[in-house]
Nanobody, 131 residues
Framework: QYQLVQSGGGSVQSGESLRLSCESRGFGLEDVGLGWVRQAPGKEREGVSCLDSDGTYYIDSVKGRFTMSRDNAKYTMYLQIDRAKPEDTGVYYC??????????????????????????WGQGTLVTVSS
């Protein structure tokens, strides 16, 4: 059974940093597309950072502040959030696309990885940034 288990998150002040972690169970991360999807209060889910064989994509609002990475040996992916802003507040989900590689990193984020039958989702973790 494929699973993603998240840790990290919490409450920070504007300008501070935090790191989200996501451990895979039952599969490795080296050959799958990965993404971090955020759901802000009252808003639709949006892909904020996605990683695939073609590279890493970030939406404009997080470029230069968010860094997505993975450690294949630890079966873990990360999202480093620096210079956090109140608009970063939301529930963050890590997502793995375990299907055939057909989407670019940007396509993955543009669709917030809303494919059926090929994605594995973490349980979500709340990030709250206060001003």
């Amino acid at each position: 059974q494929y699973q993603l288990v998240q840790s990290g998150g919490g409450s920070v002040q504007s300008g501070e940093s935090l790191r989200l972690s996501c451990e895979s169970r039952g599969f490795g991360l080296e050959d799958v597309g990965l993404g971090w999807v955020r759901q802000a209060p009252g808003k639709e889910r949006e892909g904020v950072s996605c990683l695939d064989s073609d590279g890493t994509y970030y939406i404009d609002s997080v470029k230069g502040r968010f860094t997505m990475s993975r450690d294949n040996a630890k079966y873990t992916m990360y999202l480093q959030i620096d210079r956090a802003k109140p608009e970063d507040t939301g529930v963050y989900y890590c997502v793995a696309d375990v299907g055939v590689d057909v989407y670019t990193a940007q396509q993955m984020c543009d669709t917030a990885m809303k494919y059926s039958g090929r994605t594995v989702w973490g349980q979500g973790t709340l990030v709250t940034v206060s001003s």
